[in-house]
């Protein structure tokens, strides 16, 4: 199964890519890009979980936990990180047309959560 998605941890790019482009396979908006981009966490979370979209959603789950990391609430990031390895992996697309296991991606998030800062 694959699934697509804008992992923001994961894949920034170089050059600016359109809401509509990174969110590849989602509805535009639904996974916060364009708010997570211009560091506006808050927008981006109430995007995030007003777009419909299943809590088990992999792409959804792991771009909510990075706004929650990045808002300071480690612990709800990590609920959410474990909860993409509870479910079956799926390959997310990134916004460089790179692909990723959302495993991967999920154990890297938590390795990020844990590191000292």
């Known amino acids: 199964m694959r699934a ?7 894949a920034l790019t170089a050059t600016p ?8 396979g989602y509805p ?7 708010s997570i981009m211009k560091s506006d966490f808050e927008a981006a979370e109430r995007q995030i979980r007003n777009s419909g ?12 936990g990075f706004v929650l990391a990045k808002t300071g609430r480690t612990e709800q990031a990590a609920k959410l990180f474990l909860r993409v390895l509870d479910e079956d992996a799926v390959e997310l697309i990134l916004a460089d047309d ?20």
Not at 17 to 24: G, L, T
């Open 53 to 64: 979209l299943s809590k088990y959603d992999a792409g959804r789950s792991l771009n909510l």
């Open 4 to 10: 697509f998605a804008l992992l923001l941890g994961f």
């Open 98 to 117: 790179s692909s990723i296991s959302s495993h991967d991606a999920a154990r890297r998030a938590l390795a990020a959560l844990r590191r000292p800062r």
């Open 17 to 24: 890519v359109a809401a509509q482009q990174a969110e590849i």
């Open 28 to 34: 535009a908006g639904s996974l916060g890009f364009e």
